[in-house]
């Protein structure tokens, strides 16, 4: 069945940037698109970012757009995500989550990142 | 943009049914959204119950269901059980997007 593994959260300072890793195993991970979500504390779950499998096409919220950039590296299993400029608002669990058949059909533990000074 | 909206909050007794829904606030919800439903507790990740508007995951029991209704998708759950008490999330795929979260509803099986 396989998992992913979120990893690289933490403190940083608004203005900061961080890098968040996703590490899949047990699936074969370039066969599927991939995305990241996000849930504010007390909050909904947000939609982040998708990248298809072969890293070709992007896209990504009106909320970070021009300030997050998403990537894979399909050699190493992995799926990246590195958030510049942050804000407060960017505080959350950060979640990768597998796309197939147009759903989210495994998801990981989740990241916390957390921006304050 | 197009958002995606649930009900905040529903109650349900112990044994009963409730139909939680989503919609867009503009146009019609329709299988070509591919509605997906996902259950979350505190301090978990969510967990899929349907996708495709009315298959259910792997393991989900069978009074889980997915459907459209009207202009909307909906998640039907008969025999309600106190572990169902979660919050609920809808996710439509969505130009510009590609996926839409609705802002969840918060189960009470009471």
């Known amino acids: 069945e396989g998992q992913v593994v979120e990893s690289g959260g933490g403190l940083i300072q608004p203005g900061g940037s961080l890098r968040l890793s996703c590490a899949a195993s047990g699936f074969t991970f370039s066969s599927f698109s991939m995305n990241w979500v996000r849930q504010a504390p007390g909050k909904g779950l947000e939609w982040v970012s998708y990248i298809t499998g072969g890293g070709d096409i992007k896209f990504y919220a009106d909320s970070v757009q021009g300030r997050f950039t998403i990537s894979r590296d399909n050699a190493e299993k992995s799926l990246y995500l590195q958030m510049n400029s942050l804000r407060a608002e960017d505080t959350a669990v950060y979640y990768c989550a597998r796309d197939h058949i147009f759903t989210f059909d495994m998801w990981g533990q989740g990241t916390m990142v957390t921006v304050s000074s | 943009q197009t958002v995606v909206t649930q009900e905040p909050s529903f109650s349900v007794a112990p044994g009963g049914t409730v139909t939680l829904t989503c919609g867009l606030s503009?146009?019609?919800?329709?299988?070509?959204?591919?509605p997906s439903w996902y259950q979350q507790t505190p301090g978990q990740p969510p967990r899929t119950l349907i996708y495709?508007?009315?298959?259910?995951s792997s393991g989900v029991p069978d009074r889980f269901s997915g459907s459209i209704l009207g202009n909307k998708a909906a998640l039907t759950v008969t025999g309600a059980q106190a572990d169902d008490e979660s919050d609920y999330y809808c996710?439509?795929?969505?130009?510009?997007?590609?996926w839409g979260f609705g802002g969840g509803t918060k189960l009470t099986v009471l």
């Open positions: 996710v439509l795929y969505v130009a510009g997007g590609p």
């Open positions: 503009s146009g019609s919800v329709s299988p070509t959204h591919y």
């Open positions: 495709n508007t009315n298959i259910r």
